[in-house]
């Protein structure tokens, strides 16, 4: 399988042995970001790292994990609850009473994390999947309103389609 | 079906060799580079050519509201981003951002969202288990728990501020869990998220 290191900034300390490891230079970039060009997926830099910063992925995922037309259908059910709750919560964190106004934005916070993390078992758990891909390209052909980004969509499904 | 050489590349194909790879003997070894049987990997692009297949027909959305097509869409993005491809995670954002500005203002007050959280721990995390059991998801077995118990702390939270009011805050924070959304009321976020477990850094506090 073709592997490409990526690294996380947010783990990443400055060590620096990833640099000393890497055959190609592909690790020490000015922005931090691996270079994939130069990457040929050898994996030292990642055993190298004393932070675990660095993990080795596949270039190609596999395909996602069908899913259950029930489930989809049960969770898309508790998908709408929560994002109403989200909308309840979004008005109410611009109430009067500094105290309640507070709580409802975490709460609001709250109810898209679940939201998101309940769409991604109910089917859109890989950006590069046939259903997410599949979704854009029906609100391209319908989009809902005259003001739907539709070039950003076209670029999209064109980029997700070559990963 | 084809064997791809981790090490080095080589491609064993059954076809042309005509012995399926699983018949061959545990010492066999690459012919390029030496490698052990156990260090190829199935190639995934020839079992399963067409992307197509995966989840089967595409579901129309129109039934979904334009919010929680938002939450799909936000979704994907943090997908992208954990695969660090930043543009497609902006380009999801912006379809994310379209759809949130469609989504319709909701008049209501603290009791109102209350008996909203209620409601749904009286019944659809039940439906939503037992459709997961039947279909031995796992997957959704999780994130239906931990969306479950994220609700039930956050209608204590609501049963709180309606006994306490203002009091409710007095000297605390307001933390969320970046991860499962838990919600937490103190003075510095928990050392570890009580429903999904990620450490402390993991919390955002509301200011
Ligand atoms: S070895 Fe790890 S911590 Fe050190 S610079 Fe490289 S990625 Fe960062
Ligand atoms: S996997 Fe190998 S080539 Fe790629 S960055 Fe790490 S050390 Fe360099
Ligand atoms: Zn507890
Ligand atoms: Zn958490």
């Known amino acids: 399988m073709e592997m490409k290191a990526v690294r996380n900034l947010r783990l990443c300390t400055k060590d620096c042995l990833c640099l000393y490891v890497c055959p190609t230079g592909a690790s020490d970039t000015e922005d931090s970001v691996i270079d994939a060009q130069k990457c040929t997926g050898c994996g030292a830099c990642a055993g190298a790292c004393p932070s675990g910063a660095i993990s080795m992925m596949p270039v190609r995922l596999p395909l996602q994990q069908e899913k259950d037309a029930e489930v989809i259908s049960r969770m898309n059910v508790l998908l709408e609850s929560l994002v109403r709750r989200e909308a309840m919560a979004d008005k109410l964190s611009s109430d009067a009473d500094p105290v309640l106004a507070k709580v409802a934005q975490a709460i609001r916070r709250s109810s898209r994390l679940s939201a998101e993390d309940i769409a991604r078992e109910a089917g859109y758990m890989l950006p590069q999947s046939a259903r997410a891909i599949g979704l854009l390209k029906e609100l391209v052909d319908n989009p809902p309103t005259k003001d739907f980004p539709k070039a950003s969509a076209l670029a999209l499904i064109r980029a997700l389609e070559e990963m | 079906m084809t064997y791809i050489c981790s090490i080095c590349g080589y491609v064993y194909d059954e076809e042309a060799a005509g012995i399926p790879f699983a018949a061959?003997?545990?010492d066999w070894t690459c012919p390029r580079c030496g490698a052990e049987k156990a260090m190829f990997d199935p190639d995934g692009k020839e079992e399963a050519p067409a992307k197509a297949e995966a989840g089967g027909q595409v579901q129309t959305p129109v039934q979904l509201s334009p919010r929680a097509l938002s939450a799909i869409f936000s979704n994907l993005a943090r997908g992208a981003q954990k695969q660090y491809h930043p543009q497609e995670e902006a380009l999801f954002m912006e379809i994310s951002d379209y759809f949130l500005s469609l989504s319709p203002a909701e008049e209501c007050n603290a009791g109102d969202l209350h008996s909203l959280v209620s409601s749904d721990l009286a019944g659809i995390y039940q439906e939503c288990?037992?459709?997961?059991?039947?279909?031995a998801d796992r997957g959704a077995l999780r994130a239906r728990l931990w969306s479950q118990k994220v609700s039930r702390i956050v209608e204590s939270v609501?049963?709180?501020?309606?006994?306490?009011?203002?009091r409710l805050l007095e000297g605390k924070n307001v933390y969320v869990c970046s991860v499962c959304g838990f919600v937490f009321t103190g003075t510095q976020a928990p050392e570890i998220c009580p429903v999904c477990k990620v450490p402390a850094w993991k919390f955002d506090m509301i200011s």
């Open chain 2, 24 to 26: 061959l003997p545990e």
């Open chain 2, 129 to 135: 288990e037992e459709a997961a059991v039947k279909a």
């Open chain 2, 158 to 166: 609501l049963s709180r501020y309606e006994r306490e009011g203002g």
